[in-house]
């Protein structure tokens, strides 16, 4: 598995903003797929030992991803996205929650807004991410559950998923 060459984490309190910028060893459509398609979000997007499971995903604007993290006693935490705009290859973004198996918003938990955007590097790509919320009550909650490290790992997935499906491994 290749490690990051780019690893930034950066929680910004003045602007309500985690800011992440990573580096990935994939060009720039197999890092473009990853993130868009559900089948490939499944195999790297929660922490292990918990797995993602998409139950609806329209990729458009006005279009959602409505996926659970599933722990390993079976637990489930739902969460859906509502893309707001999607510029192919190079950004999207999206409003994100938690809510229920069919998509109804917990209040009880902040949205926050996803602005990413790719930049190809040569052989590799770098994704650069922020993550916004209405308060920094908002912010810190996330944080205090672990948002950092979840995330973490997450990422770590995706390395060891594109070293395992690029076309120089295949």
């Known amino acids: 598995m290749n490690k990051a060459i780019l690893m930034n984490f950066v929680v910004d309190k003045d602007s309500k903003q985690i800011k992440v910028d990573r580096e990935f060893s994939a060009p720039l459509p197999m890092v473009w797929a990853a993130w868009t398609q559900p089948e490939i979000l499944d195999q790297w997007w929660a922490p292990k030992p918990w797995q993602a499971r998409t139950k609806s995903m329209d990729f458009r604007p006005g279009g959602s991803w409505l996926y659970s993290m599933v722990g390993p006693e079976g637990e489930e935490h739902w969460s859906k996205a509502d893309f707001k705009q999607i510029e192919s290859s190079k950004s999207f973004s999206a409003l994100d929650g938690f809510c229920d198996e069919n998509g109804t918003l917990n209040p009880d938990w902040p ?18 991410i922020a993550i916004t919320y209405d308060t920094l009550t908002d912010l810190e909650k996330i944080l205090d559950m672990g948002f950092k490290e979840g995330f973490t790992a997450g990422l770590e997935n995706l390395d060891l998923y594109l070293s395992t499906h690029s076309p120089k491994t295949a």
């Open 111 to 128: 949205r926050s807004l996803w602005e990413n955007t790719f930049t190809e590097k040569g052989d590799s790509t770098q994704v650069n």
